[in-house]
Structures are given as structure tokens and as C-alpha cells.
């Protein structure tokens, strides 16, 4: 048919490049990012080698605390985690994962959005699944606590039996206004491809 003209597709990936400031501060969140979760990474494989490899001479537990290093004099009820059962240190162990790997998530799915920012691209079709992910990120950190505190007790001779924090509940709060903000990603990539497609 003569008279019909195809439209083009709309690209993906809607980017706005007449928004310097939405790339450069997205390639300097990016950055800041990258670094806070190379620490945080590294941080964890410090405190889970000195707690299998170290033992008590790096790694300690107290009430509502715990140590990495010298023992800090003045701390009542510290105890070194070498001197605790076995089975007690994997419980540990494991509430250390627990409590570690949503931040993990957290700042690698933060890093690739502001990697996206910083190409440009302000409503991507990725965007609202990475914070989906985040919210279920600071879901998992907010009841971490008391999954670890589960295990300990089942393990017995715990330390530090603080189940329920402050950060859990802003965890939560957290985690509901991403939800939303995840919405209205969607929304806003829906409405750039239609900016984008139309003639």
C-alpha cells in the first residue's frame, strides 16, 4: 500500500543527553558506588577469614557489639569468637552472610543505576527492576537480624542476642518508598518511549 509510511521504533533505551548534570552525577554516584562496594566486599572476607583463620586474637564478640582488631579494653561481656562451640561461630558466621549480602545487593543494583544516569539514560527499561531489587534488598536486611538471632539461639551460647534494630524498621520503611519509586520509573519509561515514538 502506497499511502502507509512505517514509524520508527522507539529506541529501548530513552536517553537524554541534553542533561549534562544527569550524567556527570551519575557517573560520580557510579564511582562512589563502586568504592563502597569494593569496601564492603572486602570488608566481609576480612571479618569472615579473621573469624576462621585469625581466631581470637582478631575477632570479638560483645553485647550489642562486635570487633575486629585489639580487644578494646572496657567492653564488658567480650568474649574472643575462637573461645566460643563450633557450632555457635557457624551460627554466627551465618548471620554475618545474612545481614551482609543484601547490602551487597544493594549497592551493586544502586551502582547500575547510576551507571545507567551516567549514560544518559533517565527512565531505562532496567530501572524499575533494579529497584524492585533494592526494596527486596532492604526487605532481607531488615529481617536478617532475626533469622541470625534464630540461629544463634538454636546454636546456644550467644553473645550478642539483639534480634530487633533501629535500621531494620527504616529498612522497611525504605524498601516501601523504593517500591513506589519503582512504579513510577515505570511510568516514566512508558511515557519516554511514547515521547520518543511519537511523529
Known sequence: M???VPLPAAPAEPSDASHPALRRYGYNLAWLLTIALGLTVLFS?????CGV??????????PGAAFLGPPPADTPGLVPF????????????ATFILDTLPVI???AEARACARA???????GTAAPIRMRRIALGLAAYAVAPVLGHGLVLLAGHGVD???????SLQALVLAACLAVLAEVARIGHALARDLDGFV
Open 45 to 49: 572476607i576480612a571479618v569472615l577469614a
Open 53 to 62: 583463620l585469625a581466631g581470637d586474637a582478631w575477632l570479638w564478640l560483645a
Open 82 to 93: 575462637d573461645a566460643l562451640p563450633r557450632a555457635t561461630r557457624w551460627a554466627y558466621a
Open 105 to 107: 545487593l544493594i549497592l
Open 117 to 123: 544516569f551516567g549514560a544518559g539514560i533517565a527512565f
Open 161 to 167: 542476642l539483639a534480634w530487633l534494630h533501629a535500621s
Open 2 to 4: 502506497p499511502n502507509v
